[in-house]
């Protein structure tokens, strides 16, 4: 061979093994053989540890309180005896994340052989109504459960296709005036903008778009000292910033009757 020709092939062998070099583990990590081989690895060590005594023998549960606890053991999927650093801890935290009740999970390995579990379980906050449907809900307006809601029946229920995103704001305000918030059946959301209160007795209390707690502790001076609940009335309307519009059971449809109140009057 020429020296041409062997300087030609010995440059084509240098670019052959530096392409291998380069490219070869580029490819078996793409092929998944390097993923395969590395997984395979893990899986041995796993069971040598686990024979060794690294196994799950007790899974600690914290938290719970309206979720199944049958149903936590189902989603978490960690058996008795299987090898503790085998168990997926992110995996097996986002599996109890999926469930109603649970808001947020932690899972932690404790060695030897301790799964410590611990949930923050959704604080149930309102009954929400649509459609004749419904549901619990919590302050962050998630849908909770729309079963075995008897022993719910306590809570507010909030009607309207937008009432969960603002059922916790609402609350707050009523609960500023607690004799009156006693006497709360519902909350009827209008129009996205504004609520209705259904008193016990019926009588509907209108409030304004804005200045919602204002209204609420005017009309809750104004019940004090009038006891404006006790009347034969259909509703208040206390969207008019210093005046009321009372309408009677007895009134005919469409007619109302305005009310103003100032300072040291009589209303």
């Known amino acids: 061979m020429s020296r041409w020709t062997r300087r030609f092939f010995r440059g084509l062998s240098y670019m052959a093994v530096l392409g291998f070099l380069v490219g070869g583990p580029a490819w078996l990590w793409h092929s998944g053989w390097i993923s395969g081989a590395v997984q395979s ?8 540890a686990g024979k060794a005594g690294l196994r799950v023998e007790e899974v600690l549960l914290q938290g719970r309180e309206h979720e199944s606890a049958e149903r936590i053991t189902q989603v978490l999927g960690i058996k008795q005896g299987a090898p503790i650093l085998a168990i997926n801890l992110q995996n097996a935290r986002k599996r109890l994340e999926t469930l109603a009740w649970v808001r947020v999970a932690s899972v932690e390995r404790h060695f030897p052989n301790t799964i410590r579990v611990k949930i923050v379980e959704r604080q ?35 009607v ?30 209008i129009g996205n903008r504004r609520w209705n209160i259904q008193m016990d007795n019926g009588i509907y209390i209108r ?15 104004l019940e004090r000292k009038y006891q404006l609940l006790k009347q034969d009335l259909l509703s208040i309307d206390l969207r008019m910033p210093g005046q009321l519009i009372v309408r009677t059971r007895g009134d005919r449809p469409g007619l109302n009757r305005k009310v103003t109140h100032r300072k040291g009057e009589s209303t």
């Open 41 to 48: 690895v893990l899986q041995a060590t796993f069971w040598h």
């Open 207 to 221: 409030l304004p778009e804005n200045g919602t707690e204002a209204a609420w502790r005017h009309f809750a001076k």
């Open 160 to 189: 309207g296709k937008t009432a969960p995103a603002h059922a916790a704001s609402l609350i707050q305000t009523l609960a500023k005036e607690p004799e009156l918030n006693k006497r709360v059946n519902a909350a009827v959301r």
């Open 124 to 158: 149930p906050m309102a009954i929400w109504q649509f459609e004749s449907k419904l549901a619990l809900i919590d302050h962050e307006g998630a849908t909770i459960t729309s079963k075995k809601l008897e022993r719910f029946r306590h809570l507010l229920v909030v």
